[in-house]
Nanobody, 120 residues
């Protein structure tokens, strides 16, 4: 069983930056995908970013390209989401997830989420 724990959420003003962390523990392998998702009030959960763990290849949603970056630390078994130039529409609960290396739609483990609020 893989456990994911997000941290780093909080309140930030528009234009500011915030960094999120997700620590994975338990049974993991190098051939997996780590992803960040978010869900705003009244909206569906949406994809934000993902990274192929062993290859270090990152993918970002169009809405966050140029503003967000995903990275990892193998030794700490941690994935990060650096969020810059934040906008009020970025306000959401952000979830860390671990999924399939090959299937970008398959995510098997989810964290509990961390709240990010961007004020205007």
């Amino acid at each position: 069983q893989v456990q994911l724990l997000e941290s780093g959420g909080g309140l930030v003003q528009a234009g500011g930056s915030l960094g999120l962390s997700c620590v994975a523990s338990g049974r993991t392998f190098s051939t997996y995908r780590m992803g960040w998702f978010r869900q705003a009030p009244g909206k569906e959960r949406e994809f934000v970013a993902s990274i192929l763990w062993n290859a270090g290849i990152a993918f970002l949603a169009d809405s966050v390209k140029g503003r967000f970056a995903i990275s990892k630390d193998n030794a700490k078994n941690t994935v990060y989401l650096q969020m810059n130039s934040l906008k009020p529409e970025d306000t959401a609960v952000y979830y860390c997830a671990q999924g399939s290396y090959e299937n970008r739609y398959q995510y098997d483990y989810w964290g509990q989420g961390t709240q990010v609020t961007v004020s205007s």
